[in-house]
């Protein structure tokens, strides 16, 4: 069956713009994770959704995140106001609960470049 | 705060080699589970193998197999065999109780021909 899916692959964007990254998770995968991975360094948790709520948001760095998830399913960030260090990979994942023991499957990440 | 180290940014070995990856973790947690996702350039994370903390035995997938040590919190990843497809970056995780990974920051893997 399909894998996680996000759109777009590459974004550039100019500081201060506003970008919409998209999460398509594998379908019947309840629970949906973000991630931000920086050049060179291990990913960064930013926000898990349970259904259509978030979860767990402690990781979004600041106001200028958000992420919605309206119907349980697509999930999109949101990052308002862009600047040049918000440039790194954004990577979604799905699992089918979030309990401890199910694996999370990873898309291939949108990479954002920030000009 | 949970914390994850990988001390070897980068390693190269011979193609059928074994190869061995550390991790050392710091949490105070009892219950955890420890993961090794493979990168290649394509971005895509790919699940290696996966340790349960309670379980003492050591979780094997093929070529793939670890040695967990609780005490020590110790996690390293052998790979037996290596192959040219190997070749990717490998990040050791460990997974809170509320569901996040927390990551390495990864080691560079070259398997050369």
């Known amino acids: 069956g399909a894998g996680v899916s996000q759109t777009p692959s590459n974004k550039v964007t100019e500081k201060g713009k506003y970008v919409e990254l998209r999460c398509d998770p594998i379908?019947?995968?309840?629970?949906l994770y973000w991630y931000r991975q920086s050049l060179g360094q291990g990913p960064e948790f930013l926000i898990y959704?349970?259904?259509?709520?978030?979860?767990?948001d402690s990781g979004l760095p600041n106001d200028r995140f958000f992420a919605v998830r309206p119907e349980g399913s697509v999930s999109t960030l949101k990052i308002q106001r862009t600047e040049r260090g918000d440039s790194a990979v954004y990577l979604c994942?799905?699992?089918?609960?979030?309990?401890?023991?199910?694996?999370?499957?990873f898309g291939p990440g949108t990479r954002l470049t920030v000009t | 705060a949970q914390t994850v180290t990988q001390s070897q940014p980068e390693m190269s070995v011979q193609e059928a080699e074994t190869v061995t990856l550390s991790c050392t973790y710091d949490?105070?947690?009892?219950?955890?589970?420890l993961f090794w996702y493979k990168q290649p350039p394509s971005r895509q994370m790919i699940l290696v193998i996966r340790?349960?903390?309670?379980k003492q035995q050591n979780a094997t997938e093929n070529r793939f197999s670890v040695n967990f040590q609780k005490a020590a919190k110790s996690f390293s990843l052998k790979i037996s065999d290596s192959q040219l497809g190997d070749t990717a970056m490998y990040f050791c995780?460990?997974?809170?109780?509320?569901?996040?990974?927390?990551w390495g920051a990864g080691t560079k893997l070259i398997i050369k021909p």
């Open positions: 994942a799905s699992s089918l609960t979030q309990e401890l023991s199910y694996e999370q499957y």
């Open positions: 379908s019947g995968h309840t629970a």
């Open positions: 959704f349970q259904g259509t709520g978030a979860a767990d």
């Open positions: 949490t105070s947690e009892n219950n955890y589970y």
């Open positions: 340790q349960e903390a309670y």
């Open positions: 995780a460990f997974m809170k109780h509320n569901y996040q990974l927390i």
